[in-house]
């Protein structure tokens, strides 16, 4: 189990190095959108709406078809035919991005006006939907890169995409004055260029092939997955509609500036583990040793997980005034330690989930995420009225723990695994007091202030000793990981170390 942990942290990094260079490039942009001479709060507001819409889109076309080209990648039924799989995929991928392209792109007069009493978005949102149609097809290579392990590769294309759009836009807003539709151009451009780069890449893992039985298969599978990346996307995309309804732009902006500093969580830590360990999980389905390693998978990602939410929550505040040119976005401090909790229950819900992803029970997940967007929806009228952007929080925190316990339960049933439920539950009432705890030295001169918010966080892994969270092995095995790194002059041989974990497996 040691050396599958070591490969899901070597892959993990490598993505988790490739996603810090996503949400980097995404703060690069942060002063830009927030610069009065380009945009207003407002427009900072309708660029929010027009990213989550986008989200629902992609998840629209993607049709449940990277969850189950990836689940049949590794089935030892369809061994030997993993080119043919790709294949069918990646070609029912590209007719299905057609087909939404051509049904939506005549629309974007109504789409505008629907979704902004305006037609005046009409051109962002015609920009959006190609975007998001080569977007879904990305989507698909980008998985096929996963469960062959290629995370360099990954990383690499990736990051070549988001630098092209980085500078794109830039060009496209800044000197070409094109405002809002200029961000949308240049995503499209970068997806087109992403397809092109891995053209090779992709035709050398296909072959022709078709089968009905293969196909029927993966569709009755991928279809409550349709479902649930769809009704998922809602669940993302429910707070700022919601908040684009009942309250104002204005509010749209601050909430969506606070959801782009806890999204660093998911984007950066959770994404990247799962892009690590999904396929991992997969593969050790018949190993002996799997449900431990699942069980620790769930406590190793929350650990990190939390770590990374108290630092976010505490450092929100000086983030966001370095970040953004104007003092309006400043108070969207107040609600991020709310949201980056959230993903820790985001986090929760896909390392319980693999009972699920195991017996193919994709119908109960699609269910689970359908009741808790109803859930949220329900939330947001209720409480958005009374507290605002801090109602839209709470909302989307109670939603994630229903969301998690809900996954949690059915999968259990389904295929039972001792996770730690104790120790999840210490690291969350400690990680939250310590997220919070920020609100109380915000008053204070600099100084003082940035060595609480430090020893709070560098206090997290200490305090859990405490409660007896570490196991013997564990902890013999953190002074090994110290002696091991803490030694520079072997540097270099431990970063060729992690090269031939992979050859180890």
Same mark, same amino acid.
């Given at each position: 189990?040691?050396?599958?942990? $070591?490969?899901?942290?070597?892959?993990? *990094?490598?993505?988790?190095?490739?996603?810090?260079?996503?949400?980097?490039?995404?703060?690069?942009?942060?002063?830009?959108?927030?610069?009065? /001479?380009?945009?207003?709060?407002? %427009?900072?507001?309708?660029?929010?709406?027009?990213?989550?819409?986008?989200?629902?889109?992609?998840?629209?076309?993607?049709?449940?078809?990277?969850?189950?080209?990836?689940?049949?990648?590794? %089935?030892?039924?369809?061994?030997? $035919?993993?080119?043919?799989?790709?294949?069918?995929?990646?070609?029912?991928?590209?007719?299905?991005?057609?087909?939404?392209?051509?049904?939506?792109?005549?629309?974007?007069?109504?789409?505008?006006?629907?979704? !902004?009493?305006?037609? %005046?978005? +009409?051109?962002?949102?015609?920009?959006?939907?190609?975007?998001?149609?080569?977007?879904?097809?990305?989507?698909?290579?980008?998985?096929?890169?996963?469960?062959?392990?290629?995370?360099?590769?990954?990383?690499?294309?990736?990051?070549? $995409?988001?630098?092209?759009?980085?500078?794109?836009?830039?060009?496209?807003?800044?000197?070409?004055?094109?405002?809002?539709?200029?961000?949308?151009?240049?995503?499209?451009?970068?997806?087109?260029?992403?397809?092109?780069?891995?053209?090779?890449?992709?035709?050398?893992?296909?072959?022709?092939?078709?089968?009905?039985?293969?196909?029927?298969?993966?569709?009755?599978?991928?279809?409550?997955?349709?479902?649930?990346?769809?009704?998922?996307?809602?669940?993302?995309?429910?707070? &700022?509609?919601?908040?684009?309804?009942?309250? *104002?732009?204005?509010?749209?902006?601050?909430?969506?500036?606070?959801?782009?500093?806890?999204?660093?969580?998911?984007?950066?830590?959770?994404?990247?583990?799962?892009?690590?360990?999904?396929?991992?999980?997969?593969?050790?389905?018949? +190993?002996?040793?799997?449900?431990?390693?699942?069980?620790? +998978?769930?406590?190793?990602?929350?650990?990190?997980?939390?770590?990374?939410?108290?630092?976010?929550?505490?450092?929100?505040?000086?983030?966001?005034?370095?970040?953004?040119?104007?003092?309006?976005?400043?108070?969207?401090?107040?609600?991020?330690?709310?949201?980056?909790?959230?993903?820790?229950?985001?986090?929760?819900?896909?390392?319980?989930?693999?009972?699920?992803?195991?017996?193919? $029970?994709?119908?109960?997940?699609?269910?689970?995420?359908?009741?808790?967007?109803?859930?949220?929806?329900?939330?947001?009228?209720?409480?958005?009225?009374?507290?605002?952007?801090?109602?839209?929080?709470?909302?989307?925190?109670?939603?994630?723990?229903?969301?998690?316990?809900?996954?949690?339960?059915?999968?259990?049933?389904?295929?039972?695994?001792?996770?730690?439920?104790?120790?999840? *539950?210490?690291?969350?009432?400690?990680? /939250?007091?310590?997220?919070?705890?920020?609100?109380?030295?915000?008053?204070?001169?600099?100084?003082?202030?940035?060595?609480?918010?430090?020893?709070?966080?560098?206090?997290?892994?200490?305090?859990?000793?405490? !409660?007896?969270?570490?196991?013997? /092995?564990?902890?013999?095995?953190?002074?090994?990981?110290?002696?091991?790194?803490? %030694?520079? &002059?072997?540097?270099?041989?431990?970063?060729?170390?992690?090269?031939?974990?992979?050859?180890?497996?």
């Amino acid at each position: 189990m040691l050396k599958s942990i $070591k490969v899901s942290f070597k892959d993990s *990094l490598v993505y988790g190095l490739g996603n810090i260079a996503v949400k980097v490039i995404g703060f690069l942009l942060i002063p830009l959108y927030t610069d009065p /001479a380009y945009f207003s709060v407002n %427009d900072f507001g309708t660029i929010a709406v027009l990213d989550i819409s986008g989200l629902i889109l992609i998840s629209l076309m993607a049709s449940g078809l990277p969850q189950s080209m990836m689940r049949w990648y590794w %089935d030892k039924e369809y061994s030997g $035919k993993q080119k043919g799989i790709f294949f069918m995929s990646l070609s029912f991928q590209l007719l299905i991005s057609i087909l939404f392209c051509l049904f939506l792109l005549p629309l974007s007069n109504q789409l505008s006006t629907v979704i !902004f009493s305006t037609v %005046d978005w +009409s051109r962002a949102i015609r920009l959006l939907i190609v975007a998001s149609g080569l977007q879904a097809v990305n989507n698909l290579i980008n998985t096929l890169m996963r469960v062959q392990s290629k995370s360099v590769m990954f990383t690499a294309a990736n990051l070549v $995409k988001l630098v092209v759009v980085l500078f794109l836009t830039i060009y496209f807003i800044a000197y070409r004055g094109m405002g809002v539709p200029g961000i949308y151009l240049a995503q499209v451009i970068g997806n087109l260029l992403f397809i092109v780069l891995l053209t090779g890449y992709a035709v050398k893992n296909s072959t022709p092939f078709f089968s009905l039985p293969v196909f029927r298969s993966m569709s009755k599978y991928g279809y409550p997955l349709l479902l649930a990346n769809f009704a998922s996307a809602a669940l993302t995309a429910i707070d &700022r509609y919601s908040l684009n309804s009942m309250a *104002l732009l204005k509010a749209v902006a601050i909430y969506s500036m606070a959801y782009k500093i806890s999204s660093v969580l998911k984007l950066v830590i959770a994404d990247s583990i799962k892009m690590a360990l999904t396929p991992m999980v997969l593969q050790k389905i018949n +190993s002996p040793d799997n449900k431990r390693f699942y069980s620790k +998978s769930m406590i190793y990602t929350s650990f990190v997980l939390m770590l990374g939410i108290i630092a976010v929550s505490l450092f929100s505040y000086e983030v966001i005034k370095v970040i953004s040119k104007s003092t309006e976005f400043w108070r969207a401090y107040m609600v991020v330690p709310l949201l980056a909790l959230s993903v820790f229950f985001m986090n929760l819900r896909e390392t319980t989930s693999y009972g699920l992803l195991i017996n193919k $029970k994709s119908r109960i997940i699609g269910m689970n995420v359908v009741i808790a967007t109803v859930l949220n929806i329900v939330l947001n009228i209720l409480l958005i009225p009374l507290w605002n952007i801090f109602g839209t929080a709470v909302a989307t925190l109670v939603t994630q723990l229903v969301y998690w316990w809900l996954n949690y339960y059915f999968s259990q049933k389904e295929y039972f695994i001792p996770f730690e439920k104790r120790k999840i *539950l210490i690291m969350f009432i400690t990680g /939250a007091l310590l997220s919070f705890s920020g609100f109380f030295v915000n008053e204070m001169n600099i100084v003082p202030r940035l060595i609480i918010k430090i020893f709070c966080v560098i206090s997290f892994p200490f305090l859990l000793y405490l !409660f007896s969270f570490y196991e013997k /092995a564990e902890l013999n095995a953190i002074r090994g990981f110290i002696a091991k790194w803490s %030694d520079l &002059r072997n540097l270099g041989k431990n970063l060729r170390s992690l090269k031939g974990i992979q050859g180890e497996m």
